[in-house]
């Protein structure tokens, strides 16, 4: 009997249900410890870990714009001075954009989109570790180097001239540049992974039209890293050319152009908040349907809107050059394409407002997050149509008017959603639910501190206040308005801290939570709180849109894939008909030294350029270990 | 018999006489030197000055002495060439204000004129002497400049008969520019006219009678500029001034408008970068030509004038030949500053024509920059495509330009006026397509407005050119060649190795033997004591890169060369 | 994060870079004392202030001074005699030949004080602590070696290679010939 237990091709059809488990789990599981730690391939410990450094790093740049309010509460207050300041502001930009938005809407994308597509780990599981390496890699360069009083501090975006080698000295704007690559590679591995997945390993039945929401969002998304974020790997390495070799490509007395530097990067940067926002988009759409207790209403206009969005998204870039001097019939065509997204953004939320027109709503925690962020992301969006328009761009261009619009529609369009998807599928991962009580004070504390921190930057910045500042003067009558959305930043701060607190004390002692505590249709309530490191014991069969809705208990499977083996189901793009089994990595440490090796070369790129050459041998070790072969044989069919 | 007598006698006395007339025609055939014997001259005298910087002052030759003026700090030497062992006479070292040495750039040299028995010297400093020639003793001892402005003298004063001329040099200094007489006997200053300024300064009065329109007007130097940026105007009259007896007017040039940048000095920055018609009593101007009004490229007028009488248009005419920085030859009317031709001798792209109607270029829009940045490929480039003192030769009408076709990129940026220091708001690199010529000898055809032949040189020229009676041109270059060519054709006749780059102009002249001298003060300034760094491509004004190529001299200073015939 | 990365974190902010520090106003009491330079009676080298070693030695090592001293090159006109670094009617100041010697005190005084061959005295126009400044940024366009603080081109016409490229420099080719 156990001789047979260790056949290699011993299938999941021949074991019953409580031996087929221990042994997926024997062959699934992670080691414990620290072996485990740095060679797990499982998507979903490793989305686990991408999500909590990301919100460390919330934190961590929430810190930053605390000590921004109280520098700018009061007019020459003399705390933080202009180059601590200039770090300050500099980093918890990029900190917010580079190291939290994008990487927490790709790490929930790594975890839900395999549980949601009923397969057991993501496609490319040693690149996924690989990409949580280098992320956190990048979040320490920028991080040390800030401690270090090398942080940047030319803007997250930082413009040439300014963070070109004449204006920019040392090395700050280097560690921007390279922070850059490694958060961008990290991005597009993920993108990669996202994308096959989603056409390749679905469950058998999963045709295009029972894809949730949430995963077409992921799809859509990836294509938009895989396209846009190239432009900005080309931007930061001619930047860092231009500095540490003396290129010419933004010095426009030798031929080359600053504004390149401003196409490049918006170019990728306009794309970037699409990044961010339609993963959480996604959020919505699969959370709201358990709140009202329907299907959602509208699936292929929501999922044309998605593709709408992720199209559109790349013909904007330009509404953030409308001050350079740029042709006006160039303007013209971007204000029209700025104000045409929101075509798209409108009838995602009709169809909402319709979910829950004809549903009948639970007022639970997420479903207040996504009421608050109704609200938060329209009046966003309202005053995204208003800086489209080139007249009163040019007024409020760098001005806390634009900081008041991107915040309304980050923290609305994303954070709001993301805190509502923790909350929602926390109890899957950790097995427990949050405080419902603690969860509705944070809603309150954030929806409250919010509004009353950022609106009054709407009416600061059409008085006339710019950007960036680190201190103004007293007769300007900025002062009392600063004060108090510098107070009501605390209430924004508590409000965060509330929910972390939450999150923490609930992973240790809270309620106890079942198979599917809300009662939500998608696959991966299907499986344990939290799931087994295989996810699903069989491998779901789906035949509608909300398989937990429409089949009830008893959700047909699939069998035939091996047990003693790491194996998933391949199947077909559109009709999701069974096509292959795979073979999915086991456990490794190679991606962790090539990110080592990849972070040594780039860290001393910054010093020098002979790095690159040097620094790619110990790269090109790592990658051959990485992929020398294991014997495994590969595509049964 | 009586006739064949007669005849025999006749036989026997030219025979007799011949023989005495055929040393005759030897001696009349050494008194100059000619194509048929330029190539037995060999050199007499060979002095080195101990001097590592560029020797731009020709030598003065009078009454068979040669006076040869060295580099700042100055030495001024006495020399006879007719006795080649003990050749110095006396040397005469003037007190040197060491402020000066960071002055001499931009073809500022002084120089030492000889003139009714009497040596008249400008040292770069400041400083102007009269000397008694013979002794070398010091007769007058005045200062005209202040190296402590940046200001410092030129070139050689010229005196016509109890007067002397001279103007000043420090444009790249922001000084103002001026041209001044002294009494020649006593030192005693009689006027100063300026370039810049008020009408009063500049010696414009009711015998002003320009002949554009766009010269006349009042207080026009202090007008075209905007407020008391005439003062650091620049302007200086670098160049030789030239006197015509007939009209009795001197005409000189002057130099181009401070700083280089052009966006710094909104207007048409008169005087500067033009010609003056002055009264030599008092002074005061006849007529002007503005050349380059604004000075675009900041490349002035102060270059050598000459007046010829030639047939001009089928009458003969006198003509005053002005060879611009700006590539072109400008045929003027001496007495009223008429225009009557400006054709390039020079591929030129910054103007495509000069309106001779009203006097102005006319400027190729796409080599024009009123902002900072950096206009690309302007030809003719710093310091103009006149690359040393011209001359004429009535003989063959032509009129011989030592050319450089250099052409620049030029970047314009920011300048402070801070006196004693560069004030030019510009950086220069220089260059030429590859495989052009980057110098030329050029021989204008005066008469008919258009170059007859060129002798292309590999590198730019910098020294002047000797046309002399005996149907030849001297001139030396850069690469260390003093070359003779045919007055006529251009046809290379005679070449010597300097061991050093030329950039001053040969001087021919009468020994005190009768015998005809040629010399040359050769020394470049490229030898090490001088420390430029060629990588840097705007090193001295762009011009150490565009000599590169140029291998280093033989000879570590100057040399100063006499030839004479067998 | 656990207390010790916090921890950890703080003492590297005790660490600091003084590479990378920018101070934008000097503590008058030190801007009076970086003048006291004692001199050699030649007039050449002699013992810098001891202030600038106590803030160690920021005019050389700092980038921000350095490219302090950059920008004063070029707004005091060093740049109408000197140009580049390559000369002209001053001698060049990249080739690594010091007339009055390599060290940063003969440097501070050719400035501060001029030289007699033709350097004006700078001591009415700039500040002490521009002068040092000065002097630290043409230590490093005269250096043979880079450091991580040594600024890079500027954004403007290419005459040489940037400072940070030192010392790789060789010959130019023309910009005719299709070089920079």
């Known amino acids: 009997m156990s001789e047979a237990l260790e056949q290699r091709d011993l299938r999941d059809t021949a074991l019953d249900e409580v031996l087929l488990e221990s042994r997926l789990a024997r062959t699934w599981h992670t080691p414990p410890g620290w072996v485990g730690f740095f060679t797990t391939v499982d998507h979903k410990r490793i989305a686990v870990r991408y999500i909590v450094t990301a919100f460390a790093f919330l934190l961590l740049g929430g810190v930053l714009a605390l000590l921004m309010r109280l520098q700018l509460s009061r007019p020459e207050a003399g705390l933080i001075g202009p180059d601590l300041y200039n770090q300050i502001f500099t980093v918890h930009g990029s900190t917010m954009m580079f190291l939290f938005a994008v990487p927490v809407m790709e790490a929930v994308g790594v975890l839900l989109v395999p549980l949601m597509l009923g397969t057991r780990n993501i496609a490319f599981p040693r690149l996924n570790a690989f990409s949580y390496w280098i992320y956190l890699a990048g979040g320490l360069v920028l991080w040390v180097a800030f401690v270090l009083d090398v942080g940047p501090d030319v803007g997250w975006f930082a413009y040439v001239p300014l963070s070109g080698p004449q204006y920019s000295a040392g090395k700050r704007a280097d560690i921007w540049a390279q922070m850059i690559t490694f958060t961008e590679i990290a991005a597009l591995a993920i993108a990669v992974e996202i994308v096959v997945t989603v056409l390749k390993q679905r469950a058998p039945g999963m045709s295009l039209d029972r894809i949730p929401l949430f995963v077409w969002a992921m799809f859509v998304t990836s294509f938009v890293v895989i396209l846009a974020m190239p432009a900005v790997v080309v931007a930061s390495t001619a930047l860092i050319l231009d500095r540490l070799v003396g290129t010419h490509f933004f010095n426009p007395a030798e031929g080359g152009d600053a504004l390149l530097w401003q196409h490049l990067f918006w170019f990728f940067g306009h794309p970037e908040v699409y990044i961010i926002f339609l993963p959480a988009v996604g959020m919505i759409s699969s959370i709201l349907p358990t709140f009202v207790r329907r299907p959602i209403f509208g699936y292929l206009p929501l999922v044309l809107a998605l593709i709408g969005t992720g199209i559109l998204a790349f013909g904007l870039w330009v509404h953030h050059m409308f001050t350079t001097g740029l042709p006006r019939v160039g303007e013209s065509f971007f204000t029209a394409s700025s104000m045409a997204i929101a075509v798209p953004s409108g009838v995602q939320i009709f169809c909402w407002l319709a979910t829950i027109w004809l549903g009948r709503p639970v007022w639970r925690v997420p479903f207040l997050y996504i009421l608050a962020f109704f609200f938060t992301f329209v009046l966003g969006g309202l005053t995204g149509v208003m800086v489209a328009s080139v007249p009163l761009d040019t007024q409020v261009h760098d001005t806390y008017f634009v900081v008041a619009h991107f915040h309304y529609v980050l923290v609305g369009g994303a954070v709001f959603p993301l805190l509502a998807a923790v909350t929602y599928w926390f109890s899957k991962m950790t097995g427990r639910m949050m405080s419902e009580r603690l969860g509705r004070w944070s809603v309150a504390l954030l929806f409250i501190g919010f509004n009353f921190t950022f609106f009054p930057m709407h009416i600061l910045g059409l008085q006339g206040m710019p950007r960036r500042i680190y201190t103004y003067q007293a007769d300007l009558p900025w002062g009392g308005m600063n004060l108090f959305v510098s107070l009501c930043s605390l209430a924004l701060a508590a409000g965060f801290l509330l929910f972390v607190w939450n999150a923490l004390r609930s992973a240790r002692a809270g309620e106890a939570a079942g198979d599917n505590p809300w009662g939500a249709a998608t696959l991966e309530w299907a499986t344990s709180s939290p799931p087994p490191p295989y996810n699903f014991t069989r491998i779901p069969v789906v035949r509608s849109a909300n398989p937990l809705w429409d089949d009830g208990g008893a959700l047909p499977v699939a069998s035939g894939l091996s047990v003693n083996r790491r194996e998933l189901l391949i199947t077909t793009t559109a009709e999701a008909r069974p096509e292959a089994r795979e073979t999915s990595p086991r456990d490794s440490a190679w991606p962790f030294w090539a990110a080592i090796a990849t972070t040594i070369m780039l860290v001393c790129s910054i010093f020098t350029p002979w790095a690159v050459v040097w620094g790619s041998i110990p790269v090109a070790v790592t990658l051959v270990g990485w992929f020398w072969p294991r014997g495994t044989p590969e595509d049964d069919s | 018999m009586r006739p064949l007598l007669r005849a025999g006698v006749a036989v026997v006395l030219m025979a007799m006489v011949l023989p005495m007339a055929a040393p005759c025609a030897q001696e009349a055939a050494r008194d100059r030197i000619t194509p048929a014997n330029v190539a037995t001259l060999r050199p007499v005298l060979t002095l080195r000055t101990g001097s590592a910087q560029p020797h731009l002052a020709a030598p003065v030759a009078a009454d068979g002495l040669l006076f040869v003026l060295t580099p700042f700090p100055h030495h001024l030497l006495a020399l006879d060439p007719a006795s080649p062992t003990a050749p110095l006479r006396w040397r005469h070292v003037p007190e040197a204000d060491g402020r000066a040495a960071g002055q001499a750039c931009c073809g500022a040299s002084g120089g030492v004129t000889a003139a009714g028995n009497r040596l008249f010297l400008a040292t770069l400093d400041g400083r102007l002497t009269a000397l008694e020639p013979a002794t070398g003793s010091v007769l007058w001892d005045s200062r005209a400049a202040d190296p402590g402005a940046g200001e410092t003298l030129g070139a050689a004063p010229l005196v016509v008969g109890d007067r002397l001329f001279l103007g000043n040099a420090g444009d790249d200094f922001g000084v103002r520019g001026w041209i001044g007489a002294w009494e020649a006997p006593t030192g005693r200053p009689l006027w100063r006219r300026y370039t810049t300024g008020p009408d009063s300064d500049v010696g414009i009065g009711p015998d002003f009678r320009p002949h554009h329109h766009a010269d006349q007007g009042r207080d026009l130097g202090q007008a075209s500029w905007p407020p008391s940026a005439w003062r650091q105007g620049g302007g200086g009259v670098t160049g030789p001034i030239l006197w015509d007896p007939t009209l009795g007017l001197l005409f000189h040039g002057t130099g181009h408008a401070a700083p280089w940048n052009p966006a710094r000095r909104p207007g048409d920055n008169k005087w500067t970068a033009g010609l003056f018609a002055r009264d030599p009593e008092t002074g005061m101007a006849r007529w002007f030509d503005s050349i380059s009004p604004h000075d675009p490229h900041a490349l002035g007028s102060a270059t050598a004038n000459a007046l010829v009488e030639l047939s001009w248009q089928g009458r003969p005419r006198r003509l005053l030949i002005h060879p611009d920085p700006n590539g072109r030859v400008y045929l003027l009317d001496p007495a009223s500053g008429e225009m009557l031709s400006a054709e390039p001798f020079a591929p030129v792209n910054s103007t495509t024509g000069v309106d001779l109607a009203n006097g102005r270029p006319q400027w190729n829009g796409a080599k024009l920059l009123d902002a900072n940045g950096i206009l690309r490929e302007v030809c003719p480039g710093r310091p103009g495509a006149v690359g040393g003192e011209p001359d004429f030769s009535r003989d063959t009408g032509l009129f011989y330009i030592p050319a450089s076709l250099l052409c620049m990129d030029i970047e314009f940026r920011d300048a402070a006026y801070i006196r004693g220091t560069g004030y030019t708001g510009a950086n220069i690199r220089l260059g030429t397509a590859p495989g052009a010529p980057r110098g030329a000898l050029v021989a204008w055809d005066v008469a008919a407005a258009r170059a007859a032949w060129r002798v292309e040189e590999p590198f730019p020229l910098g020294g002047g050119a000797l046309a002399t009676a005996g149907g030849l041109v001297f001139y030396g270059t850069r690469d260390g060649a003093l070359k003779a060519v045919d007055a006529r054709s251009g046809q290379l006749l005679w070449r010597f190795d300097l061991g050093t780059g030329a950039v001053s102009r040969p001087v021919g002249f009468l020994g005190r033997d009768g015998r005809p001298y040629l010399a040359i003060l050769a020394g470049d300034g490229r030898g090490a004591g001088r420390e430029i760094d060629p990588r840097d491509a705007s090193a001295d004004s762009g011009l150490a890169h565009a000599l590169r190529g140029l291998p280093p001299p033989r000879e570590a200073g100057g040399v100063l060369y006499v030839f004479g015939l067998p | ?180």
């Open chain 3, 1 to 180: 994060m656990k207390p010790w990365h916090a921890a950890l974190l703080s003492l590297l902010l005790l660490a600091g870079c003084k590479r990378e520090t920018r101070q934008a106003r000097l503590d008058p009491a030190v801007a009076e004392a970086m003048d006291s330079v004692a001199t050699l009676p030649i007039g050449i080298n002699g013992r810098p202030p001891p202030v600038l070693l106590a803030m160690g030695e920021p005019y050389r090592s700092n980038a921000y001074q350095l490219s302090q001293g950059k920008r004063l090159y070029a707004w005091f006109n060093c740049q109408g005699c000197h140009t580049d670094g390559g000369g002209g009617s001053a001698p060049a100041l990249m080739d690594g030949w010091w007339r009055y010697g390599p060290d940063a005190v003969s440097i501070f005084l050719s400035i501060r004080d001029g030289r007699p061959n033709g350097m004006p005295a700078f001591r009415e126009r700039l500040t002490t602590e521009q002068i040092w400044q000065l002097t630290g940024y043409l230590q490093s366009l005269g250096a043979t070696s880079s450091t991580a603080a040594t600024p890079g081109r500027n954004d403007s016409m290419q005459t040489r290679p940037g400072e940070n490229r030192v010392p790789s420099m060789s010959r130019l080719p023309s910009p005719h010939e299709g070089g920079p």
